[in-house]
């Protein structure tokens, strides 16, 4: 069974439509690409597929229990910080030891101070323990 089952979707703004007829389907284990010029209906599209936009008419089916999410193009006003950072900060605990294990990697690198070092080496051994190299690796 497919995750989600697009039939017929239109949608206009006022003027010519920007989907029209659109069907398809997505099956598990697809990988998809989307490409488009500039105001071709991409992010409409995805908008609609997330749920954030009505469509004119068609029907959109997904399989039970999925969820659809939509990262945005555009970064909110709101957020501060390198994207390792915004990144980690979604991570409860292992998030926390990630940046602080990159901010002392940055100090020690600049003077190898000895309370550095056993801080780094603290930290290093926290990141072991909770598996954090994995999901270092996965920022």
């Given at each position: 069974m497919a995750l989600v089952t697009v039939k017929n979707v239109s949608l206009a703004f006022g003027g010519p439509p920007v989907l029209d007829e659109v069907s398809f389907q997505i099956d598990k284990g697809e990988r998809l690409c989307l490409l488009g010029r500039n105001g071709s209906g991409k992010s409409t599209l995805l908008k609609v597929l997330a749920g954030e936009l009505d469509t004119d008419g068609g029907e959109i089916v997904g399989m039970s229990g999925i969820r659809i999410a939509r990262l945005s193009q555009d970064v909110?006003?709101?957020v501060h910080g390198s994207v390792f950072e915004v990144i980690t900060a979604g991570l409860?605990?292992?998030?926390?030891?990630?940046q602080r294990f990159h901010r002392l990697s940055h100090i020690v690198a600049e003077?190898?101070?000895e309370p550095d070092l056993q801080?780094?080496?603290?930290?290093q051994h926290e990141l072991d323990v909770a598996d954090g190299w994995n999901i270092h690796n996965r920022v």
């Open positions: 909110a006003v709101d409860p605990n292992v998030g926390a030891l990630l003077s190898s101070a801080a780094l080496q603290r930290v």
